[in-house]
């Protein structure tokens, strides 16, 4: 099992930018692939990104595709969503989780963090 600890979140303008990192402890964090997902007030947990173990491949939700940006850090076992043209609707609970594939599928993941908040609001 490997614990995840997000930061980086907080209160933004549209269009501004923000970069969430996911730090991990444990064994192996380099041999799993880690999503990030989100959740908002009302809605169900949806899958924002993921990374593959050796960050080689990416994947991304058509809403943030071409505005977030997800990467690794192997050597400091830390995960990073950088997201830019933050939105309204890009208000939620964002999680990072880690798991044995990289798919957008939650069910997949088994360890999971706290979660960060963001608000983007003028």
């Known amino acids: 099992q490997v614990q995840l600890v997000e930061s980086g979140g907080g209160l933004v303008q549209p269009g501004d930018s923000l970069r969430l990192s996911c730090a991990a402890s444990?064994?192996?964090?380099?041999?799993?692939?880690v999503g990030w997902f989100r959740q908002s007030p009302g809605k169900e947990r949806e899958f924002v990104a993921v990374v593959s173990f050796s960050g080689l491949r990416t994947y991304y939700a058509d809403s943030v595709k071409g505005r977030f940006t997800v990467s690794r850090d192997n050597a400091k076992d830390l995960v990073y969503l950088h997201m830019n043209s933050l939105k309204p609707e890009d208000t939620a609970i964002y999680y990072c989780a880690a798991g044995l594939k990289t798919t957008s599928d939650s069910a997949d993941f088994a360890s999971w963090g706290q979660g960060t908040q963001v608000t983007v609001s003028s």
């Open positions: 444990g064994r192996r964090f380099g041999s799993y692939a």
